[in-house]
């Protein structure tokens, strides 16, 4: 299996930017799309950026910018304009998730004050 570990959430001002990684334990093949995912309090998790195997890339938020780098196996998230609404968990994954026997990790929590 294949653990992954997201990094880099903290506090920070509406307005501001914080940039997300996502680091995996093994190998991902880089045939796979990969995601940020997120969940705010008392609310299912969602989709919010997408990149493909050849780095095309789909977005729920303009804001978002996805990258990755498949030979450190890592996912990156840039996110800039943040609001108070973008307050949440943020996790990667496979997309769908789960393939290749990938597992979440703990994600990485976002606060964006007002």
């Known amino acids: 299996q294949v653990q992954l570990v997201e990094s880099g959430g903290g506090l920070a001002q509406a307005g501001g930017s914080l940039r997300l990684s996502c680091a995996a334990s093994?190998?991902?093949?880089?045939?796979?799309?990969m995601g940020w995912y997120r969940q705010a309090p008392g609310k299912l998790r969602e989709l919010v950026a997408v990149?493909?195997?050849?780095g095309t890339t789909n977005y729920a938020q303009g804001r978002f910018t996805i990258s990755r780098d498949n030979a450190k196996n890592t996912v990156y998230l840039q996110m800039n304009s943040l609001k108070p609404e973008d307050t949440a968990a943020y996790y990667c994954?496979?997309?769908?998730?789960?393939?290749?026997?990938?597992?979440w990790g703990k994600g990485t929590l976002v606060t964006v004050s007002s």
């Open positions: 093994g190998s991902i093949s880089s045939t796979y799309p």
């Open positions: 990149i493909g195997s050849t």
């Open positions: 994954n496979t997309v769908p998730a789960g393939l290749g026997n990938v597992h």
